[in-house]
């Protein structure tokens, strides 16, 4: 008993004057945490081998560790009543580090477990074996909106007492240990701290383990208190930093008011612009209308005028033939009159021989009959030449007259023509 009044006095003076009893068993837990880690600690490094599940030192780190967690925890309201299940936030882990996955599903595969507590405890003796429960914890209770589903604001898990347990877990990874976790019972198994444990009989012991504890704790403060002191330098650090970024803040707030009013400007001359574009693409399409139309009639003259180049290329070339046809018709008609000259050559000298013939038919009348009948047929034969001579001087002159009257009127309509030709041409030129 006078070790426990040194051990409360000692607590009393380590702790804060305060009366809330949440902040009283919280500090109580960590104490008990700190003592059941630190015995569990020297005795695992004396004892020298592997612990195993019967070990009483790890047993009482177990039921410590199991009344931490519980502490603050919400009631939960099942079918079966209201309960209180530490499974419930370790579950959670899972979630935040995918390596824990794989003890939860160990844990969930075990056949002799039934309630959740069963799993809970399963899941810490996991946890110790692969020496992840420090870290595992530790990224517990930095997600404070996922505990705040399963405690109380005012648990350990929830408070700065929780972070110094999850620190002082971190020494538990020098400890090797092989738990038998199937086939124990683990759902009915009543977690009762044993205080005999840290009681001795000698009192100079007691006496140099509390001062030692208090050695301990002022350390833990001196720390604490450095720690705080850095935060306290990091709170002002933050604080001009957030001073700096809300004047950034308010400079980067004009800006985008100034940017809004320089975009407000840009949509206004957007929309001006676009106005401008309605009005180009309207009177480009009525430049190009009208380009299309000129275009067609362009074409159209130059097609009129092609037309009219072929027409004078054809009246030429039949004006080339009638010069050709009046040359012919020339040269036919100099030969007949060459003819018509012979023929009269041969009329004057058929007439000759006639009179010489009637000369000699007046001086011999035997041949009279003879020159007779040669007169006959040479006056007969006279007459047709005669006839012929007068036909084709008929003809000499019908065709002459009619060549000079069709000369006259091509040269006449051809003057016309290449006038009025070349009058368009020259049009379509300009």
Not at 104 to 130: F, H, I, Y
Request: proline letters at 2%; glycine letters at 4%; aromatic letters at 6%.
């Amino acid at each position: 008993s006078v070790w426990i009044c040194a051990v409360i006095s000692l607590w009393a003076l380590c702790l804060p004057a305060s009366r809330d009893p949440m902040a009283m068993e919280r500090a109580n837990l960590l104490n008990m945490a700190k003592l059941s880690i630190k015995g569990l600690i020297e005795s695992a490094l004396s004892f020298g081998r592997t612990l195993d599940s019967d070990y009483p030192p790890l047993q009482q780190f177990f039921v410590v560790m199991e009344h931490c967690l519980k502490h603050g925890l919400k009631v939960k309201k099942s079918f079966l009543g209201y309960n209180k299940s530490l499974w419930g936030p370790l579950e959670m882990v899972e979630k935040l580090c995918p390596e824990a996955g794989e003890i939860a599903a160990s844990v969930r595969d075990l056949p002799g477990l039934k309630t959740p507590l069963g799993r809970a405890r399963a899941w810490l003796r996991l946890a110790l074996m692969q020496k992840k429960l420090a870290d595992y914890l530790r990224l517990l209770i930095t997600r404070k909106d996922i505990l705040g589903e399963f405690y109380e604001n005012s648990a350990v898990m929830l408070e700065e007492e929780g972070a110094v347990i999850v620190g002082l877990l971190v020494g538990l990874n020098v400890i090797d240990a092989n738990l038998c976790v199937k086939g124990e019972d683990l759902d009915t198994q009543v977690g009762v701290i044993d205080f005999s444990m840290y009681l001795k009989n000698d009192i100079d012991d007691d006496y140099r383990t509390i001062l030692d504890q208090k050695n301990y704790v002022e350390e833990l403060n001196r720390q604490l208190n450095s720690t705080v002191q850095g935060l306290q330098g990091r709170v002002e650090s933050l604080e001009k930093s957030n001073s700096k970024l809300i004047e950034e803040l308010a400079i980067a707030k004009n800006n985008i008011i100034k940017l809004q009013e320089e975009n407000h400007q840009l949509r206004t001359e957007n929309s001006v612009i676009l106005m401008k574009l309605n009005t180009y693409k309207q009177s480009r399409q009525g430049l190009d209308e009208m380009y299309n139309e000129a275009r067609r009639q362009l074409k159209e003259e130059c097609q009129l005028r092609q037309d009219v180049e072929n027409e004078l290329v054809v009246q030429v070339s039949m004006k080339q033939e009638m010069e050709m046809a009046m040359k012919l018709l020339e040269k036919d008609i100099h030969e007949k009159q060459d003819t018509l000259i012979g023929l009269r050559h041969q009329l004057d000298d058929v007439k000759s021989i006639n009179v010489e013939m009637y000369q000699k038919m007046q001086s011999s009348d035997d041949s009279m009959r003879q020159k007779n009948d040669m007169i006959a047929r040479l006056e007969e034969k006279t007459n047709q030449i005669t006839a012929t001579m007068k036909q084709l001087e008929q003809s000499d002159k019908d065709l002459l007259s009619q060549t000079r009257t069709l000369a006259m009127s091509f040269v006449k309509c051809a003057s016309t023509d290449t006038e009025h030709q070349y009058k368009l041409v020259k049009d379509i030129s300009f």
